[in-house]
């Protein structure tokens, strides 16, 4: 029968997956997603630009938005990882200050729309399968204290190999604090999506009120 100690670290191990509210069972509850889905938040894998844009649709545009150099550096800018939100939404009102009286401007406003929807729906996309990876690797994490549990239990039971059984214990104990880091970690990545999804509304609501 497994010692107090150990009984101990897979109920520290069991709680640590409660409190996180990011099991696989209670996760699907709540969110209704996929088993590797993590997240209380409900799974939307791509973005509809219809459910954010009010203006001209993306798909009558006779151009790409990266043919226009400057609106697509402009693009670029605002979405990149390095560039911080507020020096992305000064350089997007930049931009549509400059062709707010230009003959075309509705045209390059929603080429700019349509850039910056497909590069935010592009690193929301990335972002949810790294949480997805990431659930599949705690899910296989578990698996491996659970083995890990078993195996030291049949150590102290039937073997005099005290090497062994320390070699077993700071082997579990070594899993358990990675399973907790990373479980620890998964909340706020689940909260990236919604984050980027709240960064294109606000750029939106800029371009959209100058047409």
């Known amino acids: 029968m497994m010692d107090k100690r150990y009984r101990g670290l897979v109920i520290v191990l069991a709680g640590a997956i409660a409190l996180g509210s990011v099991s696989p069972v209670h996760a699907q509850s709540a969110a209704k997603g996929p088993p590797d889905w993590p997240c209380v938040q409900r799974l939307v894998p791509e973005l509809a630009w219809g459910t954010i844009w009010t203006g001209p649709s993306p798909d009558e545009l006779q151009h790409d938005w990266w043919e226009d150099e400057e609106l697509a550096r402009v693009v ?15 350089r997007i009102r930049e931009f549509v200050d400059s062709v707010a ?9 929603t080429l700019l729309f349509a850039g910056l929807f497909e590069r935010i729906d592009s690193e929301r996309s990335r972002v949810i399968e790294r949480i997805r990876a990431a659930a599949r690797g705690q899910i296989t994490r578990l698996e491996t204290v659970s083995e890990l549990v078993d195996r030291l239990e049949e150590a102290r039971a039937s073997s005099t190999d005290e090497t062994n059984v320390q070699r077993l214990e700071r082997e579990l104990q070594l899993q358990q604090r990675i399973f907790q880091k990373r479980q620890q970690a998964l909340p706020a990545m689940c909260e990236k999506p919604a984050l980027l999804e709240e960064d294109l509304g606000q750029m939106v609501r800029v371009i959209r009120n100058a047409m």
């Open 101 to 109: 009286d230009g003959d075309n401007r509705d045209e390059r406003l």
């Open 76 to 90: 670029r800018f605002a979405t990149d990882r390095q560039t911080d939100e507020e020096a992305a939404m000064e």
